[in-house]
């Protein structure tokens, strides 16, 4: 039962780096379009998700190639990390299409 949770949770964040890797080509196409609207919260986003992208799919394999008790656990807050850089990528991005 455990796998199970532990591999939903995965695909959860599986969507969640295609998603980012999304975002992250429209801002970079938003910033060279629009430099005028670049802002402090998009730099500061853009270093978090190249910082927190590394990370969390380092713990991501940690957790896959190590069988623990804990790994569903640590797959939601890794999941949870990245929903809420996600949801802040595209704030910065409605923000920067206004």
């Excluded at 939601?76 to 910065?92: A, G, W």
Aim: proline fraction near 1%.
């Amino acid at each position: 039962m455990n796998s199970l949770i532990t591999f939903i949770i995965s695909i959860a964040f599986l969507g969640l780096v295609i998603w980012e890797n999304r975002l992250h080509g429209q801002l970079g196409f938003l910033a060279s379009q629009r430099p005028d609207k670049i802002t402090k919260d998009f730099v500061r986003v853009i270093r978090q998700e190249r910082w927190l992208n590394w990370v969390l799919c380092i713990l991501a394999i940690i957790v896959f190639l190590t069988t623990s008790r804990y790994s569903i656990l640590l797959m939601s807050i890794i999941t949870i990390i990245e929903l809420l850089l996600v949801s802040r990528m595209d704030h910065v991005k409605n923000e920067m299409m206004d």
